[in-house]
């Protein structure tokens, strides 16, 4: 609350200010764009890449598909092609092989969207290996690349690598301030100068321009300063948890966990509602992801003392 602040539709904001040329600084990128949600800052990108009737590429379980309402045809008017990937990550093959010819009644192939960690997919994560052959298509193909990186950081302590080989491999770059970083508001949009320049527009278009953002700015400098490293303990508990679920009755399938997301599919005795009115019942928070899917989260909220509960928790149910 002692946050220095200013109108930031000026650019007059000091937090807000130090936040984007702090964040754009740590990936080697240009400049930086302070919006109030990861749906905006991904809304926004799409909406600058791409002009109406050009084609966005992603994997069929990505964010910008399956949880933006449709923003991409909402708000910028465009198409969208569906890649089958596994656990949410696609290949650079598949996105040589989904790019259309220039015919007149095909919609203009134009941007890329890759999911670092993939939700939907389990937490799982590229590696910079696996990102260079898709950056290498994208350039041949004119292509641009956007990450959705609502989870980069949690990926980031996993992999060791540095944010600056990160940023220099995508046009622009959305990062969450609000998940497992614990800040109260807030995403990032990274590019290039022209780029964030004309984002500037589009996110005041949007209603996203705010006057005294740098309250919630400053409490994304403390995030930034305090909550990064600690996410490798979010990460370490939730594979401790994926494989406590692997042995229990109820469970069917764990996808692979990675990062700080379990997903895993229950066995035909249960549906994933009832699964998770029962642990509610007994203090612990999921979210039900399919008729038989469950998503459970560690983020830095959750103690020792809570993750001994839920382990038992997790094993009582099974006998
Ligand atoms: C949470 C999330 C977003 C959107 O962030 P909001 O701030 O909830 O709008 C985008 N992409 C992914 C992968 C996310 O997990």
Same mark, same amino acid.
């Given at each position: 609350m002692d946050a220095k602040v200013g109108d930031d539709v000026f650019k007059q904001d000091p937090s807000v200010n130090e936040l984007q040329s702090r964040v754009a600084d740590m990936f080697g990128m240009e400049d930086a764009l302070f919006c109030p949600s990861g749906t905006m800052t991904n809304q926004i990108a799409i909406k600058t890449h791409t002009n109406p009737m050009d084609e966005l590429i992603c994997d069929k379980l990505s964010h910008v598909y399956k949880?933006?309402?449709?923003g991409y045809a909402y708000n910028s008017g465009i198409a969208i092609k569906l890649i089958e990937g596994k656990y949410g990550k696609i290949t650079a093959d598949q996105v040589r092989a989904s790019v259309n010819p220039n015919y007149d009644w095909l919609a203009n192939s134009k941007l890329v969207v890759i999911e670092n960690s993939c939700n939907t997919g389990g937490g799982t994560y590229y590696t910079k290996e696996e990102i260079v052959p898709i950056r290498d298509a994208c350039t041949d193909l004119n292509l641009r690349l956007h990450l959705? @990186?609502?989870?980069l950081f949690n990926v980031l302590v996993e992999t060791e690598e540095s944010t600056h080989e990160i940023g220099q491999l995508f046009d622009s770059i959305s990062i969450c301030?609000?998940?497992?970083?614990?800040?109260?508001v807030g995403s990032l949009l990274l590019g290039k100068k022209d780029f964030i320049a004309r984002a500037r527009k589009f996110r005041k278009a949007m209603g996203g321009?705010?006057?005294?953002a740098g309250f919630l700015a400053a409490a994304c400098n403390y995030a930034l300063d305090h909550q990064v490293d600690r996410l490798k303990i979010d990460n370490d508990r939730a594979k401790e948890l994926g494989k406590i679920l692997e042995s229990?009755?109820?469970?069917?399938s764990v996808l692979?966990?990675?990062?700080n997301i379990v997903i895993f599919n229950l066995n035909e005795n249960i549906t994933a509602a009832e699964f998770v009115k029962k642990l509610e019942s007994k203090g612990i928070i999921a979210s039900a992801? @399919?008729?038989?899917k469950v998503r459970l989260v560690t983020h830095l909220n959750i103690d020792e003392q809570m993750m001994k509960q839920t382990k038992n928790i997790l094993k009582e149910l099974s006998s």
């Open positions: 949880y933006e309402n449709g959705d @990186g609502a989870r301030m609000s998940k497992g970083l614990g800040a109260p321009g705010m006057r005294q229990c009755s109820y469970v069917e692979p966990v990675m990062t992801f @399919g008729p038989q």
